[in-house]
């Protein structure tokens, strides 16, 4: 059993930052991709941004130059800092996690998400 709990999430002002994190527990050997995703209302769920377990990293082009991802291995965390944002930022952004559990099967897991408003 792995679960992944996002926060960070809120309402913040055109131009404004926040840092969404998305820490991983349970029965971990090891983590591989993580990834952020976002959805929003009556849009279908996209790919902000993934690093991998050699710290690769990629970006949606909207994301690109504005948002950074990064990821502390020994907290099984990954993070999401998002500059400059945008009204058209606002969702729901849900981080995903490919793991190796310690019975070594591997899958993909969501995490709940977490609601990221762009507002004046």
């Known amino acids: 059993q792995v679960q992944l709990v996002e926060s960070g999430g809120g309402l913040v002002q055109p131009g404004g930052s926040l840092r969404l994190s998305c820490a991983a527990s349970g029965s971990i050997f090891m983590i591989n991709t993580m990834s952020w995703y976002r959805q929003a209302p009556g849009k279908q769920r996209e790919l902000v941004a993934f690093?991998?377990?050699?710290?690769?990293?990629n970006y949606a082009d909207s994301a690109k130059g504005r948002f950074t991802i990064s990821r502390d291995n020994a907290k099984n965390t990954v993070y999401l800092q998002m500059n400059s944002l945008k009204p058209e930022d606002t969702a729901v952004y849900y981080c995903?996690?490919?793991?190796?559990?310690?019975?070594?099967?591997?899958?993909?897991?969501w995490g709940q998400g977490t609601q990221v408003t762009v507002s004046s």
């Open positions: 995903n996690a490919d793991v190796t559990t310690t019975a070594r099967s591997r899958f993909g897991t």
């Open positions: 690093i991998s377990s050699g710290d690769n990293t």
